[in-house]
């Protein structure tokens, strides 16, 4: 099973990047995803989820109406739409699947996880 994160780099404050989650091994049609960030000296934290049919989206406040996520079967990948980006969004981005039907809030649920793609804001 192998989650690749892409997508990340140097962006100026307000701009916008799409941040991919290609999942090889492992069928998108029986997991849910989430998409989480840990920032120099922060705890990771969960950032967005999306359920098994893409039914149900959560999103953490500072980026809900600014950040989207979706998934594309076909492609076996999961999305992450970020607009109106800010300096505070400079993170190492991962993004994780978690064998289950609803979207999850706790990292404790994934069950696997991919290598993080680095997002730099510039102000």
């Known amino acids: 099973v192998q989650l690749q994160a892409s997508g990340g780099g140097l962006v100026q404050t307000g701009g916008s990047l799409r941040l991919s989650c290609v999942a090889s091994g492992i069928n998108l049609d029986y997991h849910a995803f989430g998409w989480f960030r840990q920032a120099p000296g922060n705890e990771r934290e969960v950032l967005s989820c999306i359920s098994l049919i893409g039914d149900t989206t959560y999103y953490l406040d500072s980026v809900k109406g600014r950040f989207t996520v979706s998934r594309d079967t076909d492609e076996n990948t999961v999305y992450l739409q970020m607009n109106s980006l800010r300096p505070e969004d400079t993170a190492i981005y991962y993004c994780?699947?978690?064998?289950?039907?609803?979207?999850?809030?706790?990292?404790?649920?994934?069950?696997?996880w991919g290598r993080g793609t680095q997002v730099t804001v510039s102000s």
């Open positions: 994780a699947a978690a064998r289950a039907t609803v979207c999850l809030g706790n990292q404790e649920s994934y069950d696997y």
